[in-house]
């Protein structure tokens, strides 16, 4: 059994490691090697224009140049973004970094008090939006934060390339807020090597290579559509099909006008995508690989089947990403998320704090094998830093377990576990069966407080034809599992809460 995830069928090099020419470095010095290597390569399509990686980087170092300038004499070098998908995220993005600056990309959702909170966290002197962002930002008052807006990029087009600027491995390059579904979101240190790193296993991964080209609509505020899809997508010299946001009506287009051999999306997208009615032309796109996160392994199997495209589930999370994903060439089970990140020691942790034995839920951690390659903390929160870190292993959050022979599974946030007459019910495991039932389109299981104490079962759900009847369903429920897991309470609804990325926002349901 390898139930602390030794992972000895990984391979031991990072692909940035031959880009770099050494096992560590920043993302200027990355995206330099890249644009050396193949400067006329493409690099982002984006409507009707691409851009090559030479073009890329020129856009992105008369950036760094204009806010090199900008940041001189002020309180902190950090620039913060309150940007949607667009190429100048990406400029501003590169450009900050290359300016020898970290980076603070804000979440486009978030409005008020939260999103006032964030900026004044942030510690930054230059905020980059557009005039509809402008619109929605709250009174900055005398803070000192100069707003810039991307329609007068012309400002920064003025200037002359910038020589970047080459941070060590382990200086600060972003924050990023974690969702906050349990308090106030925490400011995530993340350094140069880590944001490499990690996004040098995903390309391993998936394969990446300079054919390859990667349907990108993550946002790009988010770890996912950082390290899970843009810097992947460097490393391996291939190009990103950029697009605003995932759109079900015109995702197959998209593959097919960019020749897309690559997408990324949670289990709603894969839903989404099986729900709609079948096409000929259904197994016959150009892509050859999907990258997903807790996916079930029934709806992974018929998407699968249906679309002839294999996908790939990577687990991780904006402190490390990733930290468990599959090795190439190797058969992973159904319902696995692979073998341990190969800069990681990761461990399912019992209630003693000691590992757990083979096929025992715990909570899954782990612990660095390399300088700089897990979060250092959250910046001013030193308890919650503390706890995340205690015992030496950095603890996820989430449910887990391992099987004998070394893989990983996922089985449920710490948090949306429910505890039900004695029983821990696996939200995610009991989403995973009602949305086979007839009728559901997809759904959320919560905990809700029960009258005799623990809590009851409560199913929200979002019918496929829009009628369900929550008897028939319930029903239906008491046949298929534990009669701890039946749903006490089903609400029917048209459409589930979700963030940026798809997640479903299980917090405002509770």
Request: proline share 7%; with cysteine; glycine share 12%.
């Amino acid at each position: 059994m390898i139930a602390s995830g030794e992972s000895p069928v990984l391979a031991p090099l990072n692909p940035v490691e031959e880009l770099l020419g050494g096992a560590a470095g920043s993302l200027p010095t990355l995206l330099a090697a890249r644009v050396a290597r193949t400067p006329a390569a493409p690099f982002l399509r984006w409507q009707d224009r691409v851009w090559s990686y030479g073009e890329a980087w020129e856009e992105s170092l008369r950036f760094a140049a204009w806010v090199g300038g900008a940041l001189t004499g002020s309180r902190s070098r950090r620039v913060a973004s309150f940007l949607p998908n667009r190429p100048e995220t990406l400029w501003s993005w590169f450009g900050t970094l290359a300016a020898g600056a970290a980076y603070v990309p804000l979440n486009r959702g978030h409005r008020g008090r939260i999103l006032a909170d964030m900026i004044d966290r942030s510690g930054a002197t230059v905020l980059v939006t557009d005039a509809a962002g402008a619109a929605d930002l709250p009174d900055l008052g005398a803070g000192g934060v100069r707003v810039f807006l991307v329609e007068e990029w012309d400002e920064v087009r003025a200037h002359e390339p910038a020589l970047p600027v080459a941070p060590g491995p382990g200086e600060l390059a972003e924050l990023l807020y974690s969702s906050g579904t349990t308090g106030r979101s925490k400011a995530v240190e993340l350094s140069h090597n880590q944001l490499c790193r990690g996004a040098g296993w995903v390309a391993w991964s998936l394969g990446l290579g300079p054919a390859d080209v990667f349907h990108a609509w993550m946002p790009l505020f988010h770890v996912g559509g950082q390290v899970d899809t843009v810097l992947p997508t460097v490393v391996g010299g291939g190009s990103l099909a950029l697009h605003p946001t995932f759109s079900r009506s015109r995702f197959w287009d998209q593959v097919e006008e960019a020749g897309a051999t690559v997408f990324i999306g949670f289990a709603n997208v894969a839903r989404m995508l099986c729900a709609q009615p079948p096409r000929p032309e259904d197994a016959a796109s150009t892509l050859r690989v999907g990258m997903t996160g807790a996916m079930p392994a029934q709806l992974s199997r018929e998407f699968e089947a249906r679309f002839g495209v294999p996908l790939l589930d990577v687990y991780g999370m904006t402190e490390i990403e990733p930290m468990l994903l599959p090795a190439p060439g190797e058969t992973t089970p159904a319902g696995s998320c692979g073998r341990p990140n190969p800069d990681l020691e990761v461990v399912v942790l019992g209630a003693d704090g000691a590992a757990a034995g083979e096929g025992v839920v715990g909570e899954i951690a782990c612990r660095a094998r390399r300088p700089d390659v897990l979060t250092s903390g959250y910046e001013g929160d030193p308890e919650a830093s503390a706890a995340a870190f205690r015992g030496g292993w950095f603890h996820s959050g989430d449910l887990g377990r391992v099987d004998e022979g070394g893989h990983f599974y996922f089985v449920d946030r710490v948090k949306h576990s429910i505890r039900h007459r004695g029983e821990n019910v696996s939200s995610w495991e009991l989403e995973s069966i009602v949305e086979s039932a007839p009728g559901v389109a997809e759904c959320c299981a919560l905990g809700v407080p029960a009258e005799l104490g623990e809590e009851d079962v409560k199913l929200v759900v979002v019918a496929a034809d829009g009628a369900l009847d929550p008897d028939e369903l319930r029903r239906w429920c008491e046949g298929r599992m534990a009669a701890f897991m039946v749903p006490r309470y089903i609400e029917v609804v048209p459409e589930l809460p979700r963030d940026g990325s798809g997640k479903v926002r299980k917090e405002e349901l509770r």
